[in-house]
Every structure is written in structure tokens, then in C-alpha cells.
């Protein structure tokens, strides 16, 4: 070969090789590098690999854009990290589509695309439209005196097993003298509530080792989609390597979820009947049995189940548990607040809704910990259903959109001091509540639907347990408030806690 040639062909090369890297479609977002293998996933890795999405600040700033673009493995994306930014995705139809083409996603829902999380389209706004309207019935999103009568039973029960000690064996492995192991010793108050709403009633303490199964299959699940589970929604193959990539245990916890939903939903349809509707299953099921179109389907309703019955278990308890945590290590707030509530409620009854405008700096310690502690820093990712603009640049059709909200929660701009535990922030003068521009929950068409459902509960579970107890640190327990799990959500990983009654 000539010497000539040579030349040619490594120029050719390096020519190749620099597109690859630094090319991406016309008028879009400026960029991360992209390498050729997982694009800038590595990258990400690199800055952090526990917590990747704390790398893209590096790059914000790099890059001197609140928007900017990567490709992840081989789908160009955009990342926004800006409220105004993300408020405007979130509100904007075109943004609504989700990334449906994850296959071990879809393999969780007998390889369909099921449920109402991973899902968009005409499907998807049906199947929502239904949901919704049929929870309301039963108190989900508005609200309702009977199940705010039930929710304040399952909380007397919770503090008379805090206060009593464990009777049954589920119990005992997560209650022990004035131990409590948190999350887990959560997942029966929090999974009950939303289980009653679903399937129209509670299960009794004996049966709470089913939610307490429940929930640890919904960790198993969640934290099997950390950033090893990331690379299978890149590279499908990895999947077959067993749980190297976590798929196994992805697959092992959805598989919990489907055998113990299936087998209450066996129940329901024994007894099922259609002048009764006890929960949204009864709603459904009559919708099932009249639906000729055949859009309605047992696999759908189970994977719609779990979509609803999930959050409940995990967002609850982990936040319930983040919240405690920055309490113990302020122990100042913690006295203020239950000074607070010992004001309004006192001692002979729980808190209620009303009481909440009576209580803002309880709630203020709420809105601070779901700023601080966003379950899902970059919420679910959207899909551009079109070509689209956002602020200028061009957005491809078919283009995942990130909101990456924990950079919202996180900017200086908007927080001043955004790494500072300060419940204040919310506050007034006067001590009321200003307007609050965190979005834990999301917004627009995907706001969680269990929004509204979550700070209900949220609230009366830590209202009661601060009127109840204080809190301590075990020692050698994982007491640091950068003790977390990754996965699909940022859990606190789990410790035991002392309690004692005040």
C-alpha cells in the first residue's frame, strides 16, 4: 500500500471517527461527545456511577445550555434542566409520547406494552381517562369522608403496632422492642390505603405480610433498574447474562407483583357482581365484560394495577423515611413542628385534612424533602410525537425528552441555597405558605395521578408519628443522608430506627 493511500485512509478515518463522535441532527441542543459504545452513558457513569444523573450538571455548565443533547447508546436525546424549560415540556402535548421501544420494560408486561407508565398514544389516553375518572369514585385525587375515615383507622392501627409490638411473624421481622426497620415497617400503612381503593377493601393485620411481600418485590424491582439495568435499555442482549445486568431480579419482582395481584383478581371475579362495585377492579371488570373492541384485557388490568398500586408502596415509605432521617439529623425542627402539632391537634385525636392550613411548617418540611430527595430525579422520560421546537432549537419526532428535575430542585437561582436543608423557604413572614415551584410530582397531562392521594397520606402519617415519638439513630446503621439506593427511584437505603413514645 502507498504511502499516499495510507494517509488517505487514516484521514478518512479520523474523519469518520469525529462525526461519529460529535454529529447530531441540525439545530439541535449543544452536546455531550458520544463514544462508541452506550454514546455518553459511560460518560454519565464516569462522573458518578451510582448516581449518573448527577454528572449532567458537569456538562450543563460545560456547555453553558440549560438544554442540552447526548445520544444514550444510539437514541439522540435531549436533557432539560431548567423550570421554565421542563414546565413547558411537561405542559406540551408534543412532549407527551413515552419511550415505548424498551423491550425488558415490555417483558415485565407479558411483552406488551401495558399499564399506564411506560405507554402514550390513543391507548394510553383512554386507559388514563378511565382510571381516573373510576378512582375518583372511590376517593383517589378528591376528597372523600369514607376513605379519609379509613385512612385515619390504618393510621391508629400503625401507632397501636408501634406502641403494642409485633403479634404476627411479618411482623417481627421488621419491629423489634422499640426498633422499627424503616422502610419496610412502612408498607402495610401506605400499600393498605391505596389496595382498599382497588380492590374495595382492606386487608386485616394477619394478612399483612402480603403487603409487606408486596412492597420488598416492588425494591427488588425497582432497584434491579439501577444504572446497570440502564445499559439493558440500551443493549438488549445484555439481558441474557443473568443478573450481572439485574434483569433477573427485574423479572423476579415483577413476577411477585403479577402472581399476587392475579390471585386477588381470581378472588374478585368469583364474587364479582355488577350492582356492587366495591373498588376501581369491579369498575374495570364491568368495563371488561362489555367491551366489544376488546382494548380492555386481564393483562392490561393487571399491569394497570401494579402501575397504580406500586407508587404507593415505594414513593410513600421512601419519602416518609427521607423525612425522618433529616429530622433526627435536625433536631431542632423535629421539636418545632411537634410543638407545632401539639398546638392545633394535641393528644386525643389524629391530624385531619382540615388541620393542614393549621400546620404550614409541617408541611413546609414536606415540600423541603421532596425537593431534596426527588424519588425520580429525571421523572419518566417524555418522546417528541413530532417534529417541535423548544426554546429555539429543533426537536426531532420520536426524540426522548428528559425533565431532569432534580437539577430543578437543585438550581441556585431559583432556591438560593438548594443544598441546605431549610423547610422556611416555603414560608412567609407571616409563616403561610408561598407558592411552591418544586415538581416532584411532575406536571401537565403525566402529573402523577397519585398526587393529590400521596400529600394526603404523607402528611397524616407524619403528623402522627410526631405526635407520637421521637426518633433516633442506631448506631452502625446507615444514618448519613447520602445513604441511598439507586435504581428507577432514589430509595434511602434501609435502617433500623428507635422509637419512644412522648
Known amino acids: 500500500m502507498s504511502p499516499l493511500l495510507v494517509v488517505i485512509c487514516t484521514l478518512l478515518l479520523v474523519y469518520k471517527l469525529y462525526r461519529f463522535l460529535y454529529d447530531k441532527p441540525p439545530n439541535t441542543p449543544p452536546g455531550i461527545i458520544r463514544l462508541p459504545i452506550g454514546g455518553c452513558y459511560l460518560l454519565l457513569l464516569w462522573g458518578n456511577y451510582k448516581f449518573p444523573y448527577l454528572t449532567i450538571d458537569y456538562y450543563v455548565k460545560k456547555l453553558k445550555s440549560k438544554i442540552i443533547s447526548c445520544y444514550m447508546g444510539n437514541k439522540f436525546t435531549i436533557i432539560v434542566n431548567d423550570y421554565e424549560s421542563i414546565k413547558e415540556v411537561l405542559s406540551r402535548s408534543e412532549f407527551d409520547g413515552r419511550v415505548t421501544d424498551v423491550h425488558h420494560i415490555k417483558d415485565r408486561a407479558f411483552g406488551k406494552e401495558l399499564g399506564i407508565f411506560f405507554t402514550d398514544g390513543d391507548k394510553w389516553s383512554e386507559l388514563k381517562r378511565f382510571t381516573l375518572r373510576n378512582m375518583r369514585d372511590f376517593g383517589f385525587g378528591r376528597r372523600h369522608e369514607k376513605l379519609e375515615s379509613e385512612i385515619m383507622d390504618e393510621t391508629s392501627l400503625f401507632l397501636d403496632i408501634l406502641k403494642n409490638g409485633p403479634v404476627y411473624d411479618g411482623e417481627k421481622e421488621i419491629l423489634n422492642g422499640n ?82 395481584v392475579q ?79 401539639d398546638n392545633v391537634v394535641g393528644t386525643g385525636r389524629l391530624a385531619t385534612w382540615e388541620d393542614r392550613k393549621h400546620l404550614p411548617y409541617l408541611e413546609a418540611i414536606i415540600r423541603e424533602v421532596l425537593r431534596l430527595e426527588p424519588l425520580s430525579p429525571f421523572g419518566v422520560s417524555h418522546r417528541a410525537t413530532e417534529n417541535t421546537t423548544l426554546k429555539g432549537y429543533d426537536i426531532p419526532a420520536g426524540t426522548p425528552v428528559v425533565t431532569n428535575l432534580a437539577a ?28 411552591d415551584f418544586s415538581l416532584p410530582f411532575s406536571f401537565g397531562r403525566r402529573l402523577c395521578i397519585a398526587e393529590t392521594y400521596s400529600r394526603y397520606n404523607l402528611f397524616g402519617t407524619l403528623a402522627a408519628l410526631l405526635q407520637n415519638f421521637n426518633f433516633f439513630f442506631v448506631e452502625g446503621e446507615p444514618s448519613s443522608l447520602n445513604d441511598k439506593e439507586s435504581g428507577m427511584l432514589i430509595m434511602p437505603k434501609e435502617l433500623w430506627i428507635r422509637f419512644e413514645l412522648r
Do not use: C
Not at 427488588?220 to 431480579?249: R, W
Open 408 to 435: 430543578l430542585h437543585y438550581d441556585p437561582d431559583l432556591w438560593g441555597d438548594p443544598e441546605i436543608f431549610r423547610p422556611e423557604r416555603f414560608l412567609k413572614e407571616n409563616g403561610q405558605l408561598v407558592k
Open 263 to 341: 390471585k386477588h383478581l381470581e378472588y374478585h371475579k368469583i364474587t364479582f357482581d355488577k350492582n356492587n362495585d366495591r373498588g376501581f377492579t369491579d369498575k374495570y371488570l364491568k368495563k371488561l365484560n362489555e367491551d366489544e373492541a376488546n382494548s380492555f384485557t386481564d393483562e392490561e388490568l393487571i399491569i394497570l394495577l401494579i402501575d397504580i398500586i406500586m407508587p404507593a408502596f415505594i414513593s410513600l415509605s421512601g419519602t416518609l423515611t427521607h423525612t425522618i432521617k433529616y429530622l433526627m439529623h435536625h433536631p431542632r425542627v423535629m421539636e418545632k413542628v411537634q410543638n407545632d402539632i
Open 179 to 260: 426498633l422499627a426497620l424503616f422502610p419496610d415497617i412502612l408498607y402495610a400503612s401506605s400499600g393498605n390505603n391505596i389496595w382498599n381503593i382497588v380492590f374495595g377493601y382492606r386487608l386485616d393485620r394477619t394478612e399483612h405480610d402480603i403487603l409487606l411481600r408486596f412492597g420488598r418485590a416492588v425494591m427488588l424491582f425497582q432497584s434491579a433498574n439501577d444504572t446497570t439495568g440502564g445499559a439493558i435499555s440500551q443493549y438488549e442482549f445484555l439481558k441474557y447474562f443473568g443478573n450481572m445486568f439485574g434483569y433477573k431480579n427485574h423479572m423476579k419482582g415483577s413476577n411477585i407483583l403479577k402472581e399476587i
